[in-house]
């Protein structure tokens, strides 16, 4: 079960966000952290702001106990809360994708912001013990400029963020110096204009 309802109030600025203390049940993140580990079928993307390891749930048969959480009940609900927390009307269309970044790789600055597309994303961050010295801070900002920082947030264990896409939703991922940081990305469209699936593009 996804446990968004636990995220608290949204921030306003620079853009509607919010903070989740547990998306996922403890035995449910853990399970879905060892598949992650241990037999996910993670293929290497590089872009111009980004390289990391990414696949879509559309692409595996998830074992039963972490189809139930993402199955078509779970996201319709989960959908239904996303409408709720920011006060709009989403798709059916639910893309989830997971991200792996290793050693030296990050992500730069981008805002994922592309007209009639992906309105709200919600990140479940998945890792074991992270420390600010693994380096992968999901980071904010207040403009392009990469010393205006916004806010810094640590990937902890079964910690996630909901936030809205826009031109504003400037976000970046420090470089890895150790470890693996794992990240569910669940990407929500506009009920009026949805397309049709594209690729894995988007990064967080």
Same mark, same amino acid.
């Given at each position: 079960? @996804?446990?968004?309802? &636990?995220?608290?109030?949204?921030?306003?600025?620079?853009?509607?966000?919010?903070? *989740?203390?547990?998306?996922?049940?403890?035995?449910?993140? %853990?399970?879905?952290?060892?598949?992650?580990?241990?037999?996910?079928?993670?293929?290497l993307r590089v872009a111009d702001f980004y390289e990391q390891h990414e696949f879509s749930f559309?692409?595996? +048969?998830? !074992?039963?106990?972490?189809?139930?959480?993402?199955?078509?009940? #779970?996201?319709?609900?989960?959908?239904? =809360?996303?409408?709720?927390?920011?006060?709009?009307?989403?798709?059916?269309? *639910?893309?989830?994708?997971?991200?792996?970044?290793? =050693?030296?790789?990050? @992500?730069?600055?981008?805002?994922?912001? @592309?007209? /009639?597309?992906?309105?709200?994303?919600?990140?479940?961050?998945? $890792?074991? /013990?992270?420390?600010? #010295?693994?380096?992968?801070?999901?980071?904010?900002?207040? %403009?392009?400029?990469?010393?205006?920082? =916004?806010? *810094?947030?640590?990937?902890? =264990?079964?910690?996630?963020?909901?936030?809205? *896409?826009?031109?504003?939703?400037?976000? #970046? +991922?420090?470089? @890895?110096?150790? /470890?693996?940081?794992?990240?569910?990305?669940?990407?929500?469209? !506009?009920?009026?204009?949805? %397309? &049709? !699936?594209? $690729?894995? %593009?988007?990064? #967080?």
């Amino acid at each position: 079960m @996804i446990l968004a309802s &636990q995220s608290k109030a949204l921030e306003l600025t620079p853009f509607r966000y919010g903070l *989740i203390a547990g998306c996922l049940e403890p035995t449910l993140a %853990s399970s879905m952290l060892e598949w992650l580990e241990e037999d996910a079928p993670w293929k290497l993307r590089v872009a111009d702001f980004y390289e990391q390891h990414e696949f879509s749930f559309d692409d595996v +048969v998830l !074992p039963d106990m972490l189809a139930k959480a993402f199955s078509s009940k #779970a996201l319709d609900e989960l959908r239904q =809360h996303m409408e709720d927390r920011f006060g709009v009307e989403l798709s059916t269309r *639910i893309d989830v994708t997971a991200h792996r970044l290793t =050693h030296g790789q990050r @992500i730069k600055i981008h805002n994922d912001f @592309i007209p /009639g597309e992906e309105s709200h994303r919600l990140l479940i961050q998945l $890792n074991r /013990g992270w420390e600010d #010295a693994n380096g992968g801070l999901l980071c904010f900002f207040n %403009s392009n400029d990469p010393s205006d920082v =916004h806010r *810094i947030l640590r990937p902890v =264990h079964n910690t996630g963020v909901v936030f809205e *896409i826009s031109k504003a939703s400037l976000h #970046a +991922v420090t470089p @890895i110096q150790s /470890g693996d940081r794992y990240t569910l990305v669940l990407s929500f469209f !506009p009920r009026a204009k949805c %397309s &049709q !699936p594209a $690729n894995m %593009s988007s990064s #967080a």
